[in-house]
T-cell receptor, first 114, second 108 residues
């Protein structure tokens, strides 16, 4: 089966600019996750979708971050305005509902804010 | 809140030199402990899921074990291609919480 697709792979922006990331999960996976991975740290969950609905967005900085999942398939994550501390890899993952096999991750988008 | 601590942060091994990575955790109601491998520039790749104390899983040169408070990932006779960052994660209610990982470098 095809993996989780993410784009772009890399993005460099200036602080206070906006940026958007796109994710296409594995077909049939109801659950979609966005994680932030800062260099040298483990991934941190930003938001979890179950089909169209948000399950958990408790660690999403809602004053600047937003996310949506279109028709329960693709998802976009937006940052506006970006700060220097947003520099990180943004990972998208998907899973079947209540998966026992963990999640399947995409390769991520590396964001550098200058 | 679920917590995962991995040690050591980095591990340098000679090819064939076996070693173990540690993952200690606190979680309310463990619904799975997961091990992932992450190569530079890539997303984490699933290795194992463990559910109960005493459980063991093996894959090639890797073996994962689980106790009530920690998990170990044993690397037996490693090869250079085993060089990667190994991430441990626990699932409590419904989300995975990750440790910072152990970066393993295996020299030929």
């Amino acid at each position: 089966e095809a993996g989780v697709a993410q784009s772009p792979r890399y993005k460099i922006i200036e602080k206070r600019q906006s940026v958007a990331f796109w994710c296409n999960p594995i077909s049939g996976h109801a659950t979609l996750y966005w994680y932030q991975q800062i260099l040298g740290q483990g991934p941190k969950l930003l938001i979890q979708f179950q089909n169209n609905g948000v399950v958990d967005d408790s660690q999403l900085p809602k004053d600047r971050f937003s996310a949506e999942r279109l028709k329960g398939v693709d998802s976009t994550l937006k940052i506006q305005p970006a700060k220097l501390e947003d520099s990180a890899v943004y990972l998208c993952a998907s899973s079947r509902q209540d998966s026992n096999y963990g999640y399947t991750f995409g390769s991520g988008t590396r964001l550098t804010v200058v | 809140e679920d917590q995962v601590t991995q040690s050591p942060e980095a591990l340098r091994l000679q090819e064939g030199e076996s070693s173990s990575l540690n993952c200690s955790y606190t979680v309310s109601g463990l619904r799975g402990l997961f091990w992932y491998r992450q190569d530079p520039g890539k997303g984490p790749e699933f290795l194992f899921t463990l559910y109960s104390a005493g459980e063991e899983k093996e894959k090639e040169r890797l073996k994962a074990t689980l106790t009530k408070k920690e998990s170990f990932l044993h690397i037996t006779a490693p090869k250079p291609e085993d060089s990667a960052t190994y991430l441990c994660a626990v699932r409590g209610d419904y989300k995975l919480s990750f440790g910072a990982g152990t970066t393993v470098t295996v020299r030929a």
